[in-house]
């Protein structure tokens, strides 16, 4: 974790790419700690772990594979908790490839826990086959249906109609997710910022964490209420 100097205004929950502590897309709290200083402030920065590929999703039948249930559950609960009597921040998701689809998944399934959802060249907005990995860790069928991120987007439009809750981002390998993702947020009426300024390699890269920290922050002042208001 990246603790901030100053009182903490946030939590951002940057989600991972790998199981485990792979690094072979790099190092999310290593290129975070890289970025300019006004971009960290005031931020708690998280970088959760698990043992199978993280989609963030809870298989059928396994109870040693609740990934989705250990984030909310288990995850946001502890970090909240170190902040001792501090009032609760706001809970934000970060995320890019496999880690921007389950931003965008956790953000429709638990609107009033997450705030905001910014993602990076995110996996699974287009139509093509689900992954491999995706089908091994929800178990069968009808999960991958309830995890289908444009499925999720419809089903809970709704909820995410009210704010401009969500930055899309790219472009790194995954341009044709950006545009059906852009395109399919546009007809279902949801407010976000769709954003093509941060070509980077696909990997965790300050590249593209700088531009989608920038949208997280702006989104974050046009959903919640100033700082001042926050502290009443």
């Given at each position: 974790?990246?603790?901030?100097?100053?009182?903490?205004?946030?939590v951002v929950l940057a989600l991972p790419v790998e199981k485990g502590d792979g690094r072979k897309y790099g190092?999310?709290?290593?290129e975070i700690g890289r970025l300019p200083a006004h971009l960290r402030e005031g931020t708690v920065f998280a970088a959760p772990t698990f043992s199978q590929s993280p989609w963030l999703v809870n298989h059928a039948t396994r109870a040693d594979c609740q990934q989705e249930d250990h984030l909310v559950r288990v995850v946001v609960p502890t970090v909240?908790?170190?902040l001792g009597g501090q009032d609760r921040p706001p809970?934000?998701?970060?995320?890019?490839?496999?880690?921007?689809?389950?931003?965008?998944?956790?953000?429709?399934?638990h609107p009033d826990l997450f705030a905001v959802a910014s993602v990076w060249d995110a996996s699974l907005l287009s139509d093509r086959p689900p992954h491999p990995q995706l089908a091994e860790v929800v178990g069968c069928t009808a999960r991958l249906d309830e995890y289908d991120v444009r499925q999720n987007?419809?089903?809970?439009?709704r909820a995410l109609q009210g704010a401009r809750r969500i930055a899309l981002g790219g472009i790194g390998t995954l341009e044709a997710d950006w545009t059906a993702g852009r395109r399919l947020l546009e007809a279902l009426?949801?407010?976000?910022?769709a954003y093509r300024d941060a070509s980077?390699?696909?990997r965790w890269d300050t590249a593209w964490l700088a531009p989608a920290i920038q949208h997280l922050l702006a989104l974050e002042a046009g959903f919640l209420p100033g700082p001042s208001a926050r502290e009443e």
């Open positions: 974790m990246i603790w901030p100097e100053q009182r903490v205004r946030r190092h999310s709290l290593a909240l908790a170190l809970v934000h998701l970060l995320g890019f490839s496999k880690g921007g689809f389950a931003a965008l998944n956790l953000l429709t399934r987007l419809r089903r809970h439009a009426g949801i407010p976000h910022d980077a390699d696909h």
